[in-house]
């Protein structure tokens, strides 16, 4: 049961550049962010599908990307755990220096579950 592609594109203006304690915070509108602690805290999209009972997901084809360079050098934020509100805050985590320290994009692939 083929269904036809679905399209995603943003612009700029659908996110929000902050400065916190010397770090950079990219908020997307309509997203949430990468939450593993340490890693740099980036704006994602989830997307959930409605299947038909019994339908199987056979693959997910990306058909077309374009990354597009924002003009600028950021420091970015490293995610913080996640804790419920009712419980102190835990210590500051700093960034993962295995992550930050490589000159390559980061995740190095779309991360599709």
């Known amino acids: ?56 997901v056979q693959n997910v084809e990306i058909l077309s990307l374009s990354l597009v360079p924002v003009a600028g050098t950021y420091n970015i934020y490293p995610t913080q755990p996640q804790v419920p509100m009712s419980a102190p805050r835990p210590p500051w985590v700093e960034p993962d220096s295995l992550i930050y320290s490589k000159d390559e994009l980061y995740p190095d692939s779309m991360p599709i579950k």
């Open 1 to 56: 049961m083929a269904q036809g592609p679905y399209t995603l594109s943003y612009n700029l203006s659908q996110f929000e550049f902050t400065v916190e304690n010397g770090y950079d915070r990219i908020k997307g509108t309509e997203m949430s962010a990468i939450t593993d602690t340490g890693a740099p805290e980036l704006p994602i999209k989830s997307l959930n599908f409605i299947l038909p009972n019994g339908t199987k």
